[in-house]
């Protein structure tokens, strides 16, 4: 990642036609950059992921490492050892493992795992089918989003791929412009204007904001 954030920040000032700080320092939009960054996750969570054969727990419902967001996928068991590739895991539908054996989570446990199931309403748990015995738990690969690193300073790189980096600079100019946007009707429209930019880019059109009048109270 050669991007800096001095980079994003030096672009937005241009557009905010305020190069010299005078309504925006620096520092703050260094700040307010952190945290688009994880605004971009949230929306997008593969931009920001990880892959680790983890060790899993006792029993059928498990939880990612900590600093993870959401589970995106358990790629295959590791073995006992966490470094012994194994057998493909697939996913199934929670619903439908419930339908067809109501007892799957108190089934004969084995360290090998067959299944797994997400719920998309808590995204850092999921289950494992069998159920992990109460030593010598299995491992498995796990593909999962991680909240990303802030950078060290206004000099440093982006933390995410540089791809992203038109996305950051619109999420910061939609940042900046909200908060002016109490004030002035322009400021408002600018921020929906860069925010809808934004999540285009990232393919979330369900996040478009429609560019409407405010309505008075």
């Not at 688009?36 to 419902?61: D, I």
């Not at 966490?82 to 446990?109: H, R």
Request: glycine share 4%; hydrophobic share 40%.
């Amino acid at each position: 990642m050669s991007i800096t954030c001095q980079n994003i920040i030096d672009e937005t000032e241009i557009i905010l036609n305020d190069t010299s700080n005078a309504d925006w320092a620096s520092a703050d939009l260094f700040t307010f950059l952190k945290s688009c960054q994880r605004e971009l996750v949230l929306m997008k969570p593969e931009a920001s992921m990880t892959n680790a054969a983890v060790q899993l727990a006792t029993g059928a419902k498990q939880t990612i490492p900590t600093g993870g967001i959401c589970i995106v996928d358990i790629v295959r068991n590791m073995g006992t050892d966490g470094s012994t590739a194994g057998e493909a895991v697939q996913w199934v539908d929670l619903d439908t493992i419930k339908d067809i054996n109501p007892d799957w989570s108190t089934d004969t446990a084995a360290a090998t795992v067959e299944n797994w199931m997400s719920d998309k309403r808590n995204p850092k748990a999921f289950y494992v089918y069998p159920p992990q015995p109460s030593s010598n738990q299995g491992y498995v690969e796990e593909v999962y989003s991680v909240t990303p690193a802030d950078p060290a300073s206004i000099a440093a790189a982006i933390t995410l791929d540089d791809i992203y980096a038109p996305v950051l600079t619109h999420l910061l100019l939609h940042r900046a412009y909200s908060i002016d946007a109490a004030q002035s009707q322009y400021a408002w429209r600018r921020a929906q204007y860069h925010w809808n930019i934004a999540v285009t880019l990232l393919d979330r059109k369900d996040l478009r904001e429609e560019m409407e009048s405010p309505k008075p109270a």
